[in-house]
């Protein structure tokens, strides 16, 4: 079946530096979504990517697709203590618009 | 516009009791999902309902999980007999039919089987 993986699975960074947390897929995606959950929260919609090597930007959020349609990117700009939390990649498997979340990738943030 | 609402928050039975979870969708989203997830670990889905009819199962443990939409609506996932390993976070979410997927994922119920 579909995999997702991400990587890495924990991040800590330090305020106001920048990271980047990867999404793979076993298998080529139509489209793919990231999800924020904060900490004893629930997943919260940020963003779908659609086009091969497509790029959009949410402020100091940038969520990129390959090429290939099987692997994204989340970079963070000027890391904030509000971007604490999990983010998850999420792929669309079969028909019926079902998901695959990835194992997410943590955040921490050292003030 | 009202979120996706789930009941209870949280519930802690013992190995072997019976538990269920309720679950009230984003009105007009036809599409509902029901997903566990383990602590540390992604949501993993269960069970999807379009309206009132089970479009996937695959994942769902039919020996002991059971979920119904009965109209269309509102959702109840049950677990009997609950084990150690089902202690999780149950989370609930919906979508609009036929449109992008993006789901919107209500609070969850936090089991404790003990």
């Known amino acids: 079946g579909q995999q997702v993986m991400q990587i890495p699975q924990y991040q800590h960074v330090q305020e106001g530096e920048d990271f980047t947390t990867y999404c793979n897929s076993s298998t080529t995606l139509s489209n793919i979504q990231w999800y924020k959950q904060r900490p004893g929260g629930h997943p919260v919609f940020l963003i779908q990517l659609v086009k091969s090597g497509e790029v959009k930007k949410q402020k100091r959020l940038t969520f990129q697709f390959g090429e290939a349609k099987k692997n994204s990117s989340l970079h963070i700009t000027a890391t904030q203590t509000t971007d604490v939390g999990t983010y998850f990649c999420?792929?669309?498997?079969?028909?019926?618009?079902?998901?695959?979340f990835g194992g997410g990738t943590r955040v921490l943030v050292k003030p | 516009e009202a979120g996706v609402a789930q009941s209870p928050r949280y519930k802690i039975i013992e190995k072997r009791q019976s538990v269920a979870f309720w679950c009230n969708p984003i009105s007009g989203h036809a599409t509902l999902y029901w997903y566990q997830q383990i602590l540390g670990q992604g949501p993993k889905l269960l069970i999807q309902f379009q309206n009132n009819g089970v479009v996937d199962d695959s994942q769902l443990p039919k020996d002991r999980f059971s979920a119904e939409r009965l109209k269309g609506v509102d959702s109840t996932l049950k677990i009997q007999p609950a084990k150690l390993e089902d202690s999780a976070v149950y989370l609930c979410?919906?979508?609009?039919?036929?449109?992008?997927?993006?789901?919107?994922f209500g609070a969850g119920t936090r089991l404790s089987v003990l």
């Open positions: 999420a792929g669309p498997w079969a028909a019926g618009n079902k998901l695959t």
């Open positions: 979410a919906s979508s609009l039919a036929g449109g992008k997927n993006i789901q919107y």
